[in-house]
């Protein structure tokens, strides 16, 4: 069974009421997010979610091999990958959840944390069963391998031996149980330079010199993500976790940077028996939204028209699926 003692709904809601510095649409959304996960059986339900983020004069996610400009497709629609959405997520939720620990953190190598799981294991078994074992250590250690995954495969070699070579430390891999995917905008984007001079010098014999900023004026960006029923129960997830989750979701960008200026405008969650999606021919999430512009270069949210598809989700009600409406 899914853990629930964590769980507290009026706790939250008392804790909420505490911090006046939201707003009323952001108290609400929290709200629904406590009443979802409160009536939502994790270990028996897909749950699948979509997000659209705006993007305002900044660079939603930089491209350390072309510049620092923003990543785009190949079709020149704007990308942020799924690595930086979950790193924003993970900040969000450690402050959700401070007890909990990150793996993917500054601090202590990933191949120490591995091996000093690994050391605690005891000697009496094979290093097969070592790895099974400290695959579900780390699971149960780090809350963002609990919700993502990891690969554990690095790991410091060791003593033992099998088949003549020295074996490593490792943990093998972890799928998580909430996958994230690429955001991508609606549009093609413009990407603007902004030539900046440096007045400083790096040391007294450099001379001062110039560099670029990459920004886009506006886009509209969409991802998916998808919790995944089987691994809720093989990670043992609480509510209280998926709780985190969510909410983080909605926080993700409120922390604004002059590189950073976004908003998470909606945040749509579709709950449906397993294989529910694809008895109405749906494949993915996109299709079950109609995406209008009311003019042909929008530079604002308000110049997109976002519709739900009424004869698809019909179809999914009456498969006994549902949609909620966060944001």
């Known amino acids: ?107 202590p190598s990933f191949n120490s944390k591995i091996s000093e799981s690994y ?24 809350i963002d391998i609990k919700l993502f995954g990891a690969v554990l495969t690095t790991g410091k070699k060791t003593d033992e031996e099998e088949n003549g070579n020295k074996v490593a430390k490792t943990a093998g891999i972890v799928r998580g149980a909430i996958q994230v995917c690429m955001a991508k905008s609606i549009d093609i ?6 030539p900046l001079t440096n007045v400083g010098k790096a ?25 995944n029923y089987i691994d809720v129960k093989k990670r043992n997830l609480s509510k209280n976790d998926i709780r985190s989750f969510l909410s983080s979701m909605i926080h993700i960008y ?11 405008r909606k945040i749509i969650l579709f709950k449906h028996k397993i294989g529910g999606m694809r008895t109405i021919g749906i494949n993915t999430l996109s299709e079950l939204f109609i995406v209008n512009k009311y003019v042909e270069s929008p530079s604002k949210y308000d110049d997109y028209k976002i519709e739900l598809d009424e004869e698809r989700i019909e179809k999914l009600k009456n498969r006994g699926g549902d949609i909620i409406e966060i944001l």
């Open 1 to 107: 069974m899914i853990k629930s003692n964590e769980f507290n709904l009026n706790e939250i809601k008392e804790k909420k009421m505490k911090d006046i510095s939201k707003s009323k649409e952001v108290y609400e959304a929290e709200d629904c997010v406590v009443d979802f996960v409160k009536n939502c059986d994790f270990e028996k339900q897909h749950v699948d979610g979509e997000v659209f983020i705006d993007f305002r004069a900044c660079n939603p996610n930089g491209d350390p091999d072309n510049d620092n400009q923003p990543r785009i497709f190949s079709d020149g629609r704007g990308m942020v990958s799924d690595v930086a959405i979950k790193r924003r997520l993970r900040d969000k939720i450690i402050q959700i959840l401070p007890k909990e620990k990150l793996f993917v953190c500054s601090g």
């Open 119 to 142: 050391d605690t294991i005891k000697d009496d078994i094979s290093h097969e069963e070592k790895i099974k074992e400290n695959n579900k250590r780390m699971a149960e250690a780090y």
């Open 189 to 194: 984007i413009d990407i603007i330079p902004l």
């Open 203 to 227: 040391d007294k014999d450099n001379e001062p010199n110039m560099g670029n900023k990459y920004f886009i004026p506006y886009g509209l960006y969409r991802f998916s993500f998808f919790i």
């Open 254 to 264: 409120e922390d604004v940077t002059s590189s950073k200026i976004a908003q998470v």
